[in-house]
């Protein structure tokens, strides 16, 4: 399976297939905290991926290119010396003809989040990709959970709080096991 080998190929080594991706920056703006992601890789010993750095869905608000994202976490949002505990993976498009390998089998597995099928994004402006369908993932902070296999488990909205993930985690979990 192609995706299973694309994680398999840019993924530290011994990293578990399960994955969290939430936005990285302008930490008040989010609905759901960071520290939220990082507290469940915690407790269950994954590594936590921030994966939402994307190139057509910041809405032009893109903070910074890929060789910047770090030092603006560390100086600017939310700065104070800010040092992730996540590994950051580079901004990609994830809808729309130029969208990533990955977004594509991600959103093909699943083509809307379970907690909200129906939400695309609440201001068409905001829409500047095409061609725009269904499946596309509507803001920085949808959520995909990929099980042990690598296969797509679950996939949540914007507004689905990251730490109501962990029943998913724990689920999963047991089958690995």
Known sequence: MKWVSDVDEYAPEG????????????????????????????????????????????????????????????????????????????????????????????KDKLPYPYDDPFSLMTDPKYIIWSPVRRSDVSWNFEKFLIGPEGEPFRRYSRTFPTINIEPDIKRLLKVAI
Do not use: W
Request: some cysteine; glycine content about 8%.
């Open 15 to 106: 990293v578990q297939k399960i994955l969290i991706g939430n936005k990285a920056d302008e930490e008040q703006k989010r609905q759901v905290g960071r520290e939220q992601g990082q507290q469940l890789a915690k407790e269950y010993g994954m590594d936590f991926y921030e994966t939402s750095a994307c190139t057509n869905l910041n809405i032009k608000e893109e903070n910074c290119q890929n060789e910047e994202i770090l030092n603006s976490l560390k100086y600017v949002r939310p700065g104070g010396g800010f040092q992730p505990t996540f590994t950051l993976v580079q901004k990609c498009e994830v809808n729309g003809q130029n969208e990533h390998p990955v977004f594509a089998y991600l």
